[in-house]
């Protein structure tokens, strides 16, 4: 396939301390595997960005030299890291100025809630990780419990492995379904997981409710953090 007439598209991908690698690796690949972008990772520095499974991604911009106008705007979620980025004006800022304009507004997992307290969300259905999804009602967000979900431009994907759909989903909107045809086939994206437990519903009561406990405090201080949030756009 040529690349399509005119500049590349300008693709920026928000990379913070302790995100999860997979929420932003995933979507990058489908993205990257496109004729005619450019696809920036974006950071407050140039230093290696630590993960929460130990491993580090590699910035190619800092916020000062993020491109001011781009096509796409992606974050991706993570714990620790997404209550820190939720509190962090400097990634708020940059995340607010850039989606202001952006043709398209993305996250994975609990990229939404960073999305949200930049005030990006207000009015939008939108989705997150299942744990922390009532969060999105705290930055005026209409919560739906979908893989992807689509609203006017802004476009939302469940946790983690979820944002490997974003991304063709994302190549669809960008290129149209016969190319996004051969990006699926480029990864061999035909999912055949060794057990059905990847939501709530599939993994049964026992795992859903071991997870919620677990993550109860975490969902809490994401709530806060978009509490704070919400009075820079209130």
């Not at 972008?37 to 290696?48: F, G, T, Y």
């Not at 993570?78 to 100025?97: C, F, H, I, N, Q």
């Not at 909107?173 to 999912?191: C, I, K, M, S, T």
């Given at each position: 396939?040529?690349?399509?007439?005119?500049?590349?598209?300008?693709?920026?991908?928000?990379?913070?301390?302790?995100?999860?690698?997979?929420?932003?690796?995933?979507?990058?690949?489908?993205?990257?595997?496109?004729?005619?972008?450019?696809?920036?990772?974006?950071?407050?520095?140039?230093?290696?960005?630590?993960?929460?499974?130990?491993?580090?991604?590699?910035?190619?911009?800092?916020?000062?030299?993020?491109?001011?106008?781009?096509?796409?705007?992606?974050?991706?979620?993570?714990?620790?890291?997404?209550?820190?980025?939720?509190?962090?004006?400097?990634?708020?800022?940059?995340?607010?100025?850039?989606?202001?304009?952006?043709?398209?507004?993305t996250s994975v997992c609990t990229g939404a809630l960073v999305l949200g307290a930049a005030g990006l969300l207000r009015g939008y259905r939108a989705t997150t990780h299942w744990v922390a999804r009532?969060?999105?009602?705290?930055?005026?967000?209409?919560?739906?419990d979908a893989r992807v979900v689509t609203d006017r431009n802004r476009m939302t994907g469940a946790g983690v492995s979820a944002g490997l759909d974003l991304g063709l989903a994302l190549a669809i909107?960008?290129?149209?379904?016969?190319?996004?045809?051969?990006?699926?086939?480029?990864?061999?994206?035909?999912?055949?997981?060794?057990?059905?437990?990847?939501?709530?519903?599939?993994?049964?009561?026992?795992?859903?409710?071991?997870?919620?406990?677990?993550?109860?405090?975490?969902?809490?201080?994401?709530?806060?953090?978009?509490?704070?949030?919400?009075?820079?756009?209130?």
């Amino acid at each position: 396939m040529a690349a399509p007439a005119g500049p590349p598209l300008q693709i920026a991908m928000v990379a913070y301390p302790q995100m999860t690698a997979l929420d932003l690796v995933g979507p990058q690949l489908m993205l990257a595997s496109l004729l005619g972008v450019e696809v920036h990772v974006v950071a407050a520095s140039r230093d290696p960005v630590p993960t929460d499974t130990g491993l580090a991604l590699v910035p190619t911009r800092t916020f000062a030299e993020c491109p001011p106008e781009v096509d796409v705007l992606f974050v991706g979620g993570g714990a620790t890291g997404t209550v820190e980025a939720m509190r962090d004006p400097d990634l708020l800022d940059l995340v607010a100025s850039r989606g202001a304009g952006a043709r398209w507004v993305t996250s994975v997992c609990t990229g939404a809630l960073v999305l949200g307290a930049a005030g990006l969300l207000r009015g939008y259905r939108a989705t997150t990780h299942w744990v922390a999804r009532e969060v999105l009602a705290t930055v005026g967000a209409t919560a739906v419990d979908a893989r992807v979900v689509t609203d006017r431009n802004r476009m939302t994907g469940a946790g983690v492995s979820a944002g490997l759909d974003l991304g063709l989903a994302l190549a669809i909107a960008l290129r149209g379904e016969a190319y996004a045809r051969a990006v699926a086939l480029n990864a061999e994206y035909a999912p055949a997981p060794p057990l059905d437990a990847g939501s709530p519903a599939s993994a049964g009561v026992d795992a859903t409710s071991m997870l919620q406990a677990m993550y109860a405090p975490l969902v809490a201080a994401m709530t806060s953090a978009a509490q704070a949030a919400s009075v820079r756009w209130g």
